[in-house]
């Protein structure tokens, strides 16, 4: 069964950065994508940046160049490093994973989820 847990969310004013982490467990898929996703009040859900069993990354335009994936294998958790938050930059954040059969990670349907976690910037 697999399990995703986020932490790391919190209050933090513009310009300021924050790192988020996702810890996963019960995931066997030797080729995967993981993402980060975010929803705010009245919007629809969006990807934010997703990373492959490889390395690979890709991220949303709205946010190149401020935040970062990674992976860390050995302690099966996921990071997105934010940096330069802007208000806009306000929502739920959620960690999510699927099973990878190639192509981007960010057009993938992710069938596994985290409970999320808020990032709220002022």
């Known amino acids: 069964q697999v399990q995703l847990v986020e932490s790391g969310g919190g209050s933090v004013q513009a310009g300021g950065s924050l790192r988020l982490s996702c810890a996963a467990s019960?995931?066997?898929?030797?080729?995967?994508?993981m993402g980060w996703f975010r929803q705010a009040p009245g919007k629809e859900r969006e990807g934010v940046a997703a990373?492959?069993?490889?390395?690979?990354?890709s991220y949303a335009d709205s946010v190149k160049g401020r935040f970062t994936i990674s992976q860390d294998n050995a302690k099966n958790t996921l990071y997105l490093q934010m940096n330069s938050l802007k208000p806009d930059d306000t929502a739920m954040y959620y960690c999510?994973?699927?099973?990878?059969?190639?192509?981007?990670?960010?057009?993938?349907?992710?069938?596994?989820w985290g409970q999320g976690t808020q990032v709220t910037v002022s």
């Open positions: 999510a994973g699927v099973r990878r059969f190639g192509g981007d990670c960010l057009a993938y349907d992710y069938n596994y």
């Open positions: 019960g995931y066997t898929y030797s080729s995967y994508c």
């Open positions: 990373i492959d069993s490889d390395g690979s990354t």
